[in-house]
Every structure is written in C-alpha cells, then in structure tokens.
C-alpha cells in the first residue's frame, strides 16, 4: 500500500486548495482516511477524516472552511478541499488510512 498526498502550494489568505489523497495497492473506501497537517516547530496534528460510510469531522479551527470527500468515480482518492485559507493553515499536509502515511505536501499561506 502506499499513499501520496499531492496538491499543495502557495496562496494568499483568503484563497482556496484541494489536496488529493491517492492510494496505491488498496482502495479507500473501507475504512476511516484521516488528514494531519505538521506546522514548523509543531507536533502532527489530526485535523479530520472521514469514515467508511462517508461521514466526516473535523477540529474546531477548520470547521466551515476544510471539507474532506471521497471521489465517486475513484475509490482509492480522497479529497481535502481547504477554503478561506489564513498563514495558520501554513503546514505540511499528510494523509493516513490503516497505519499507512505517505509524504506530505506543503501548504503555503501568505498574509
């Protein structure tokens, strides 16, 4: 099994990312797929999943604004749909499923 978080980049506050969580060797639809994201000088953090019958949760600070889901056409990629970025979203954005991490990939908010 491997994973591949992609989709990061640069943006101003205000502006919006979808990351992408693509599995190889197993689909995504069984189980509860999480997202962590790590600031510098931070611990990882779970900022939510979403489980095997599609519903979600989320840390207090992303509530609103972040939206993880399942590609319908795909069962092996899930999404996390940022909105209303701000430079506290700054981070390197991780997805999990069932032990499994892959690398990151860099969110960049500017002010």
């Known amino acids: 099994v491997q994973l591949q978080a992609s989709g990061g980049g640069s943006v101003q506050a205000g502006g919006s990312l979808r990351l992408t969580c693509a599995a190889s060797g197993t689909t995504l639809d069984f189980n509860a797929v999480a997202w962590y994201r790590q600031a510098p000088g931070n611990e990882r953090e779970l900022i939510g999943m979403?489980?095997?019958?599609?519903?979600?949760?989320y840390i207090d600070s992303v509530k609103g604004r972040f939206s993880i889901s399942r590609d319908n056409a795909n069962n092996s990629v899930v999404y996390l749909q940022m909105n209303s970025l701000q430079p506290e979203d700054t981070a390197v954005y991780y997805c999990?499923?069932?032990?499994?991490w892959g690398p990151g990939t860099l969110v960049t908010v500017s002010s």
């Open positions: 999990h499923f069932l032990g499994y």
């Open positions: 979403i489980v095997g019958d599609g519903g979600t949760n």
